[in-house]
């Protein structure tokens, strides 16, 4: 056996599995969306697409103690309506499939079937579906559909230098809320924002709909690995770099991190388990995007610029700093 | 707490769960396949809808040890692509949600994408996107996508008094198959077929699609829950009930029953893991149905017919039986 087939999952991390997985792979001809991207799509007809996306949720690596079974069951969805949302797709229903320990009481049935179905209810969609297995951990896999027109997908590829980075919110805030979830560090005045990002996430929907609606994205990705990994990731698959001129912390998450003596940006940057949009917008274009996204009741805050070099730096009047390609991954990761 | 609400997953079985999780869900309106059937779908159009189904294989409860990674990958699409094949249904692609235990080497990584790809390419579908999770067992959680003429998917709801009950193969081999891999039987000279029914199982694709576009078959369902079970959901799903005159057992079936002293028809009615298709059809359609699946090299055999009266009978000339609703069950079954 070649070495490298000896290592395990741990080792590999989640990034390369899927590598390898998709290499075993027999390509679907002609795929409107590439794989790799936040979704998967089928073409329909000439202009429209049927979009696809499944996420899982294993309650060994993904749910703090802390977290209510209806919240781990809302978070489910969440996870995957975001993936919608970064490209502009409205979820018209979603399936899930359940594995369930056998010592489960029927209370903590409930208390997951109205989790998943608040998750659905909030984002306008329904659970039309599903299938039950007993498994050691609980997980709760849900499949999204829904449809969109080609035109409008926002995919990860589409940034040119020029284009502004933008992003839906500010960011920290679910890093910071897992470290005092964890215990050790002293909680701000706005301790439960935090751990609110953590427990309830909310997933950017309205935000990546107005987003897609005006026509002036040119690449967008969630960024549930983390902001620096989404960057990463959106300048691999547009083939640019970027420059930002400012790490967009949350104002509580510098207020968290003074009190603990942590890194703000550092958390940040590399936290993770966020469900925010990031974005490149056509220059011109900007005023109307902010409009779009603000007529919704949201923000659409710069961070910086798309770049011909192919770098992810931090630019500031003191300094000029690389941030680095990681972030959350499972198999590696530990918080 | 009401005292049922502390029952367990495993005193209250999986169609209880399903139930109990039904209840707690917003319906959608308008849905083109209720509740319950083998696929969930969404109407695309006056005429089409678009198909979906999840199903989880989890390898504590769905893989005998003696079942390669290879052959359990490929085994969790069968699953899916059983249930679309029940429809009438072509898949057209697949989602694979997967929980891998840390320690699971590139090698076995390997072995399920190439298990994934074997089944989705057995079945003309591709595999177009998915993702990877830490778990305690191997999970392969499977969601398949196609699209349908509304009129022509095959329902479990439509079956009418004097509709002539068929399948599309032989039963028991599964359940024979595992008695031979958990040890205590003897082998009969056909042993291979058996245990290959449990470790390569094929789903009724070709017959399914034959059975759709024929427009003869007024009810169908996958027998993955067991025949004795899949009767009495047909059953309750079209208000009738059924009058059998044989129990399909297969040949090889019986000579293993013979060697082991056990009950053949025991092992076909209430076995599970099949994927036969059990169907209703016209009578006056019958000849045409059974030269359609003739056609594209199936079989479909008569073994009863659909009755005014809601019972599921054995009748034969000696006797007259009472088929008992009971069949595999996750949480709890054991083999």
Known sequence: MNQNRALTAKSLGEHKIIQIIQEHLTLMP??????????????????????????????????????????AARKALIMNISDFASKGVQPTAALVALGLPAG???????????????GAQEYDT????????????????????????????MLRSGAKPGDILAVTGFFGKSAAGLRLLFGGCLASNNAKNLIDAVLVPKARLTEGLAL?????????????????????????????????????VAPEVKRFSELNSLDAAELALYGGE??????TVKLEGWSAAVAAVQGVGGKLLPIGKATEGKQILLKTKSKRNTIEARGWEHFKSQV
Do not use: R
């Open 30 to 71: 002609n795929m409107p969306v590439p794989f790799g991207d936040d979704v998967s799509a089928i073409n329909l007809n000439q202009k429209q697409v049927a979009v696809l996306k499944t996420d899982m949720l294993v309650a060994k690596t993904d749910v703090p103690q802390e977290m209510t079974l209806f919240q």
């Open 104 to 118: 489960f009481t029927q209370k903590k049935i409930e208390e997951i079937a109205d989790g998943l179905n608040a």
């Open 274 to 279: 966020e469900y925010e949009l990031v974005v």
């Open 212 to 248: 897609g609606g005006c026509g002036l994205v040119t690449a967008s990705m969630d960024s549930s690995d983390g902001l620096a990994w989404t960057l990463h990731e959106l300048a691999n698959f547009s083939n640019v770099g970027f420059e930002l001129d400012t790490i967009p």
């Open 126 to 153: 329904y659970i039309i579906g599903g299938d039950t297995s007993e498994a050691s951990d609980l997980i709760v896999s849900v499949s999204l559909y829904g449809i969109a027109e080609k035109s409008a997908l």
